[in-house]
């Protein structure tokens, strides 16, 4: 089978629904199917809002709509899914419900606790936008049986669980980074934004060192804040794998993730 994932979360983005496509791939493929993924660079984009990182494709329905069709043509059987609820995704669902194209779509992110946490836009209002979205799909797919209850308690219950892996060839025990910081050392992996809830991590009385590791658009402000932290950037996969071995204890202050797959990575590395 042919797997074609519409994403407007896409490389060189580093994020939890870019690293879930690409580990699901990479076991399709293994599995013996094909992949290909659509995402914003193949359009004309612009950054989106508070996330330049974030690139929004413009005006993508006719590009998307060529592209669709050329994978369906191609014979043989082809499964269409949508990772995301941005311009592509939305784009994406309109083709499929226009050609009676099924498709799955996927909840990667609680928009509804991220824009009230971003914009104070009310939930109700980003409910009724996801409800619009998913239940036009097949299916639609939550990481965990809470985050299904969830979207079903609004109105969401076309669902199924597809839960979340981490490359353990990638994320394992490694000799640990020389960080010469007074212990224990506590830890922060991920996109360094308002909705994370990272600022209750670093106003934490705690004894040590706090290292927060990523980039976002709340980082100017979290350095001036807490200018005792240390802020390590972005980390290629190896070195990220000995920081997680390095800490000693490793924290998720999120209150809007659907899942948190720097869970697993900091688990997996021991």
């Not at 519409?6 to 994020?15: G, R």
């Not at 409910?127 to 619009?132: F, L, Q």
Request: charge should be positive.
């Amino acid at each position: 089978m042919k797997i074609v994932t519409v994403t407007d979360a896409w490389a060189p983005q580093v994020n939890g629904v870019v690293r879930t496509i690409e580990a699901t791939n990479r076991e399709l493929e293994r599995a013996g199917h094909t992949t290909q993924v659509i995402g914003p660079d193949r359009f004309a984009s612009v950054p989106c809002p508070g996330y330049a990182e974030i690139r929004l494709a413009v005006l993508p329905y006719p590009r998307l709509a060529r592209l669709l069709a050329d994978a369906l043509d191609g014979g043989g059987e082809v499964a269409v899914h949508i990772a995301t609820e941005g311009p592509l995704g939305a784009a994406a669902s309109r083709w499929c419900r226009r050609h009676g194209v099924p498709f799955t779509s996927a909840y990667h992110t609680r928009f509804p606790q991220f824009l009230r946490a971003m914009y104070w836009v009310p939930e109700d209002w980003t409910y009724a936008a996801m409800r619009r979205f998913h239940r036009k799909a097949a299916v639609a797919m939550a990481p965990t049986p809470t985050v299904a209850a969830e979207l079903r308690a609004h109105g969401i219950d076309n669902i199924a669980i597809w839960s979340r892996g981490v490359d353990t060839d990638a994320f394992r025990p490694s000799p640990p980074l020389p960080l010469d910081l007074p212990k224990p050392v506590f830890l922060y992996v991920g996109r360094v934004s308002v909705e994370k809830n990272i600022a209750d991590f670093l106003l934490a009385d705690l004894p040590g060192s706090k290292i927060v590791a990523g980039e976002g658009p709340a980082l100017p402000q979290l350095k001036r804040r807490f200018p005792e932290v240390h802020y390590l950037g972005v980390l290629p996969q190896p070195d990220l794998a000995r920081l997680y071995g390095s800490a000693d204890v490793f924290v998720f202050p999120s209150r809007s993730d659907t899942f948190g797959l720097v869970l697993l990575e900091a688990l997996a590395c021991g």
